[in-house]
């Protein structure tokens, strides 16, 4: 069984910055891909935001590109995402995902639970 916790997620004014965190704990081979999407109010869908690939390699969605950076430590199995000049339009559940391969299997994608961020104007 794998498991994604999130933390750091909260309240903050419009320009303002957070940090989110995504500790993988659990039982499990090997670890790839790990990343970000959010879900705004009201959407359905999530939206992806964010990947980063074992060795490093980033790709960004282009309404957070330059505003968010996404890293990994990979001793910890965790993955942050440092937010910088926020918006209102970034409120939203944050939710961190892992592609994790198990007991020999294919790799196949975990997700955590969601932490909220609200940005008031």
């Known amino acids: 069984q794998v498991q994604l916790v999130e933390s750091g997620g909260g309240l903050v004014q419009a320009g303002g910055s957070l940090r989110l965190s995504c500790v993988v704990s659990?039982?499990?081979?090997?670890?790839?891909?790990m990343g970000w999407y959010r879900r705004a109010p009201g959407d359905q869908q999530r939206e992806w935001l964010t990947?980063?690939?074992?060795?490093?390699?980033?790709m960004y969605a282009d309404s957070v590109k330059g505003r968010f950076a996404v890293s990994r430590d990979n001793a910890r199995n965790t993955v942050y995402l440092q937010m910088s000049t926020l918006k209102p339009e970034d409120t939203a559940v944050y939710s961190c995902?892992?592609?994790?391969?198990?007991?020999?299997?294919?790799?196949?994608?975990?997700w955590g639970q969601g932490t909220q961020v609200t940005v008031s104007s």
């Open positions: 659990g039982t499990f081979d090997s670890i790839s891909a």
């Open positions: 990947t980063i690939t074992n060795d490093g390699g980033q």
């Open positions: 995902h892992v592609d994790a391969r198990v007991g020999g299997r294919d790799y196949s994608r975990y």
